[in-house]
């Protein structure tokens, strides 16, 4: 089973910049595409950003798009979601995903294995 970690999360004014981190726990990536969802309270867990186990195909969120970037390091064994322009909108928290294929995709039973979770809060 693969457990994955994230990291980087916290609080941060509006317009400020956060760097989430995930990797497995125990293991490698093993040709996994990546994805990184939020849930905010009350609200429906939901695809931010998308990668593919190459790193050439992505995926943003409208909301997302141009704020957001999404990147892997396969070598690290890492992937990252480095989120400037922060919003209030954006809070959340914030979770990553393995899916155990090596496209890209944007819905959450899509995946296979899914971090605790991180809480970006994004303050006005």
């Known amino acids: 089973q693969v457990q994955l970690v994230e990291s980087g999360g916290g609080s941060v004014q509006a317009g400020g910049s956060l760097r989430l981190s995930c990797a497995p726990s125990?293991?490698?990536?093993?040709?996994?595409?990546m994805g990184w969802f939020r849930q905010a309270p009350g609200k429906e867990r939901n695809v931010v950003a998308a990668?593919?186990?190459?790193?050439?195909?992505?995926y943003y969120a409208g909301s997302v798009k141009g704020r957001f970037t999404i990147s892997r390091d396969n070598a690290k064994n890492t992937v990252y979601l480095q989120m400037n322009s922060l919003k209030p909108e954006d809070t959340a928290v914030y979770y990553c995903?393995?899916?155990?294929?090596?496209?890209?995709?944007?819905?959450?039973?899509?995946?296979?294995?899914w971090g605790q979770g991180t809480q970006v809060t994004v303050s006005s």
């Open positions: 990668i593919s186990w190459s790193g050439d195909n992505t």
């Open positions: 125990g293991r490698t990536f093993s040709r996994y595409a």
């Open positions: 995903a393995g899916r155990k294929n090596t496209m890209v995709a944007v819905i959450s039973y899509q995946y296979d294995y």
